[in-house]
């Protein structure tokens, strides 16, 4: 059997011990169904999307903004939270 050193976050290794425990595995196991599956099925056996925030339309929306700034086609105006106290 081989060995594998992998470099985590230290929460994110927290949260995925305390799943493990609360599903009554180790860790060790839950990386071998992951990599079992990854093989077998021979890709991510999740969805893995980029945050929406990021899209091509989202930059370019921003840009646009920007550039309104820059030009002084807009203006930003300080906003007063009402209610918060």
Not at 19 to 33: E, P, R, Y
């Amino acid at each position: 059997m081989a060995q594998i050193s992998l470099r985590i976050d230290d929460d994110v290794k927290m949260n995925a011990e305390k799943v493990c425990k609360d599903i009554g595995m180790s860790m060790s196991t839950a990386v071998n169904i992951y990599l079992k599956r990854l093989g077998a099925e021979r890709r991510i056996p999740f969805e893995v999307s980029a945050d929406p925030f990021f899209s091509k339309e989202n930059m370019d929306e921003l840009e646009r903004r920007i550039a309104n700034i820059r030009t002084g086609k807009s203006v930003l105006k300080e906003h007063e939270l009402t209610g918060a106290q």
